[in-house]
């Protein structure tokens, strides 16, 4: 009997005591039900703890009905063991199939026929990172931990299905231990395809489970109840996310304003995410509790907080087109974002002897590369050097070409990096277009050479990986995982908050303690200025600065290591 776990007995008198599920923590002012069975009789327990559970389950499917977190419940009483080993399997299979959803969206035909270079399969570095850290948790995780801690992830992923999970059911720990043997197996797979290896996996419809026909009943029953058999039959729009983000970038270009190829792709990312999560194609059926439920399954995935609220941003976003564009009445938006804490939406520098560090490996002194195509051969050695003493994000020096590298226009003895969106470039705002002076021994010691290698070349670029993968966010997003996996694995600076976006802040230090006021580092940092006064004088050319000032901010600051630096021959 499913119930069976939830009957005590206190002294002499039975009761039914249950936990409050997880998700309907804010919907009851209790924790638990407790409820006397006024028998000593254990027959007698058995008979009225059956009405009693049948009351608590009509309660909770009621509370998740108005808060919209499922249609209802299906029918579990009649589960075994094979029903819930299902249910595992489907959990597994659904991780897998979202994955390689996500891993599709940047294979070509000729992978299907041909094959493909791996580094096509791989996913964005901040998702390895998230995996690395899981992996490492879920293999000193023990099942009884996992029932605490990963409790609310597998509700959330079965509840789509009308499938409850309480503590106290039949097969709890028993279905839960499947269920971190998925999430194992799973990541395995992942990393396996990480490595090239493309092996398609069961696809979650394939995998027969009684939840199916239970739910298609119940949701249309409920659907029915609540709008009328007509009315239930007119909710979709016609219309999907996909095509809200092609009617947001056509807003976008009516309106004279940027649709970057970045913005777009994290958008088409954010629509993957969710409409894997949730289901759904069709705009109309969307509801708040979906996104609620998105927001909840990144938060689970350790991603930052700005992270989080960016990714719900861009579904609200596309809804509030979709409002605009009149598929549908109303959009969700409004107490979806959660509140970043004080402190944490940081980046912090490296610390002097953390500089040290870095620029005392192999790497810098001996001239040592890695031999891992996501470390970019010579960007290894440059991508943190540029950046520790120019300030400029990875984006950006991947974009160096020999057009970019160049005398200012009015100081032709001062030399800058030249931060632009010419030529096809991409900057996250217009106020990123900038000159930063290039610090001496950097011209001086092998600066030059890649200018004139790339000039006799033809390239666009200076950086041979961006010559034969043009995509700058891909190259990008593969070097910044390597280099936490450098960082946090070899070097052992395990700090959270340091990352390769920390050299921009140690440069921020570096020529404030040389004397740059707040106007001084936003100038050579690209940030935006704030309030009205950005909105007058020139917008598209480079913000006019004392480039002679900046010059000697840069040549001032106090970075030791450019002394013992062995540099590229």
């Not at 776990?5 to 936990?19: A, D």
Request: glycine share 8%; charged share 25%; with cysteine.
């Amino acid at each position: 009997m499913p119930f069976a776990s939830h009957i005590t007995k206190r002294g002499r008198i039975y009761q039914y005591v249950r936990r409050v599920p997880e998700d309907l923590g804010d919907a009851f002012p209790f924790a638990r039900v407790q409820r006397s069975l006024r028998t000593q009789d254990r027959a007698t327990a058995y008979e009225a703890a059956a009405r009693v559970h049948s009351e608590i389950e009509k309660r909770f499917a009621a509370a998740r009905g108005k808060k919209g977190t499922t249609l209802n419940v299906i029918p579990i009483d009649d589960w075994d063991w094979t029903d819930w080993s299902q249910l595992a399997d489907w959990f597994k299979a659904v991780l897998l199939d979202e994955d390689w959803r996500m891993r599709l969206r940047n294979v070509p035909g000729a992978a299907f026929d041909a094959g493909v270079s791996r580094n096509q399969f791989w996913r964005d570095s901040q998702t390895v990172r998230a995996h690395i850290d899981l992996q490492a948790k879920l293999r000193a995780t023990t099942v009884a931990d996992y029932c605490e801690e990963r409790f609310g992830y597998v509700q959330g992923m079965i509840r789509p299905l009308g499938v409850p999970l309480s503590r106290g059911a039949a097969y709890f720990e028993r279905f839960m231990g499947g269920c971190l043997k998925a999430e194992i197996g799973y990541l395995t797979t992942f990393f396996d395809r990480e490595g090239g290896n493309m092996r398609e996996a069961t696809h979650p419809d394939a995998i027969k489970g009684k939840w199916r026909a239970a739910a298609e009943r119940v949701s249309e029953q409920q659907v029915a109840r609540i709008l009328g058999p007509e009315l239930a039959k007119k909710a979709a729009t016609g219309h999907t996310l996909g095509d809200c983000l092609r009617q947001w970038e056509a807003d976008r270009k009516r309106a004279n304003k940027t649709a970057t190829k970045h913005g777009l792709e994290e958008k088409q990312n954010a629509i993957d995410e969710f409409e894997a999560l949730a289901k759904v194609r069709d705009i109309g059926d969307i509801t708040r509790a979906q996104i609620v439920e998105y927001r909840a399954a990144l938060e689970l995935q350790n991603l930052k907080t700005p992270t989080i609220n960016k990714k719900i941003g861009q579904i609200t976003t596309l809804l509030a087109t979709a409002q605009k564009a009149g598929w549908i009445e109303t959009a969700i938006s409004g107490g979806l974002y959660t509140e970043i804490p004080a402190g944490t939406n940081l980046r912090q520098p490296f610390s002097a002897a953390e500089l040290d560090l870095i620029f005392s490996d192999d790497v810098f002194r001996r001239g040592a590369r890695s031999a891992n195509q996501k470390a970019g051969g010579e960007l290894e050695f440059w991508i943190p050097l540029i950046s520790v003493v120019s300030g400029l994000i990875s984006s950006e020096i991947l974009q160096l070409g020999p057009d970019t590298i160049k005398p200012h226009p009015e100081h032709p003895d001062i030399t800058c990096f030249y931060v632009t969106n010419a030529g096809g470039r991409s900057l996250k705002t217009h106020a990123r277009k900038r000159y930063v002076p290039v610090r001496n021994e950097l011209l001086s010691n092998g600066l030059t050479n890649l200018v004139a290698e790339a000039r006799s070349r033809g390239w666009r670029t200076l950086w041979s990986a961006v010559e034969k993968t043009p995509n700058v966010g891909l190259v990008s997003n593969m070097f910044s995982a390597f280099w936490s996996d450098f960082l946090r694995n070899k070097l052992k600076i395990v700090d959270p908050e340091k990352a390769l976006y920390s050299f921009r802040h140690s440069f921020r230090d570096a020529i404030s303690a040389v004397g740059a006021d707040d106007h001084e580092k936003d100038m050579l940092m690209g940030h935006a200025e704030a309030g009205t006064g950005r909105k007058y004088g020139e917008k598209k050319a480079p913000r006019v600065v004392d480039i002679v000032r900046m010059n000697q901010l840069i040549q001032r600051a106090n970075w030791l290591f450019l002394q013992v630096i062995v540099w590229p021959s």
